[in-house]
């Protein structure tokens, strides 16, 4: 009889069943799929997320501070399995230290199974490089704030863009020299100024020079000297979001600073092709966690934690720089006897 109801209903009786009745139906004779009258549908929000995002792409911008010779260049190619750096991408084989600290950075479309990133490596050739290194991070710092503030002026025009284009810094990567002792004046001083400012995550540059003796006695001191200066590095305590994050986090400051080896030439080992330095006492693989902690470096800055150095970048270094700014200009206004609101709109 039900089955019948619902063959009258859609040859155009003027009461036609729904789709949910006429499923109804079909379950009540014993056809069709059963329905789960719970499901809401709120999970596809997910794959909404994903589509949109794999439309727009990403935006990674990483910069490298360290004096010459450290392997920045290198590291950067061996991270992005691709010639990023701005050496590699000039093709200059030789190249004067400049007198002062310089800021270049070059950009790159990166596609991998289809997610498409647009990368921009900042290098700092010049820094640590003289015989006095006073007050060589001021360059960098300047250029870190100058993309804060181009960012705040786009945020605040009338008639801004849909989408802002990123420059902000999202991470710097310090090379510390393998010295095996402790760290250098400068090394403090530039982490000390510039974590307040940028997510930074030091590494040993050339760990494959020290044993591993040596490498763990170093790790152990640079941890004692960031703590004894109040120097705060990524992953920052403050910022873990929950028991979980706290976990995880606390195992990556435990081994920070990464001792790392970077290689962009491949080697045949034991029928493998990989990344390694070959000496003559063998080939020190670079993704081998046993001979370096290149692979920990990688999965934080892109497999694990690369959307949350961003998150921090945008919600805490930027918010602090946007509202240091408007205090600044408010301020200005008030002793204009101008509106704030004004001042902030015009005068920014």
Known sequence: MSRLKGENASLGSPHPLSDVEQSIEKIAVGGGPVLDFSYVGIDAILEQMRKKAMKQGFELNIMVVGQSGLGKSTLMNTLFKSKVSRKSALEKEKEKIPKTVEIKSISHDVEEKGVRMKLTVIDTPGFGDQINNENCWQPIMKFINDQYEAYLQEEININRKKRIPDSRVHCCIYFIPPTGHCLRPLDVEFMRRLSKVVNIVPVIAKADTLTLEERDFFKQKIREELRANGIDVYPQKEFDEDAEDRMINEKIREMIPFAVVGSDQEYQVNGRRLLGRKTKWGTIEVENIAHCEFAYLRDLLIRTHMQN????????????????????NNTVAAANGLPEHRLVAHEM
């Open 309 to 328: 150095i961003k998150d921090i970048t945008s919600s805490i270094h930027y918010e602090l720089y946007r509202v240091r700014r408007l205090h600044e």
